[in-house]
């Protein structure tokens, strides 16, 4: 397994754990750190099923872009910096295993960007979530403007950003920013088992309809319909669909094989 100066990981069971671990900097996002994140995304192993990211410590998941890297930077850098971070973040959304954030501490700009490029974001009670970069000149960067309204409303997304004001996890669920919120002891513990609960079912069926949800939410409506119903149709051509359905009609357990 490669190693990284930046990132953690564990591998167990078909679910891989993806720590981000640049404890000096609360896991501020800097170049290296970003060009290690598109390295193990270019090369994830074939064998993982659902992915967990979170951060290293207990005070932070990401607290952010590294903002000493960012301070000097002229419009055509800053524009390649934000470039760099939103393309690891979109390679995040188009995976085609689920990603679940994990989200232990701060997430604030960056970090909270990423944890909006995942598919399923859990929280610690003692998560705080933000974009605070009006406050320092900028605006979000890693698509921040773009996902933030879009899984938590304009209107969210407008007040969050203009005035920088970050919210606890229980603000963060109420707006639909999460799915769940535990204890920090807990946390952990429910990704995985979420994440256990999705490798039990058939894996291209997963893929499918993550491909599906992220595909058809700007279609119109009877286009995405009709994407939908061709990915259906298409599960028929799995021999997953075969052993699910059969094991189902004989109330037995399914074991699927990717194929």
Partial sequence: MKEYEFLKIDLAEQVCTLTISAPKSLNALNSNLLKEMDDFLSNLYPDIRVLIITGDGEKSFVAGADISEMQPLNAEEGERFGAAGASVFRKIETLPIPVI?????????????LALACDIRLAASTAKFGQPEVGLGIIPGFSGTYRLAKIAGMGVAKELIF???????????????????????????EAIRLAHR????????????????????????????????????????????????????????AHFTNE
């Avoid at 005035?163 to 999460?178: P, T």
């Fill in 101 to 113: 954030a994990a989200v232990n501490g701060f997430a604030l700009g960056g970090g909270c960007e």
């Fill in 163 to 189: 005035s920088a004001r970050a919210i606890k996890a229980d603000e963060a669920l109420r707006v639909g920013l999460v799915n769940a919120v535990y204890e920090p002891e807990e946390l952990m513990k």
């Fill in 198 to 253: 999705i490798v039990k079912n058939a894996p291209i069926a997963v893929r499918y309809a993550k491909e599906c949800i992220n595909e058809e939410y700007d279609l119109p409506a009877d286009e995405a319909i009709a994407y939908e119903s061709r990915m259906f149709g298409k599960c028929f051509a799995t021999k997953d669909q075969k052993t699910g359905m059969t094991a189902f009609l004989t109330k037995q357990d």
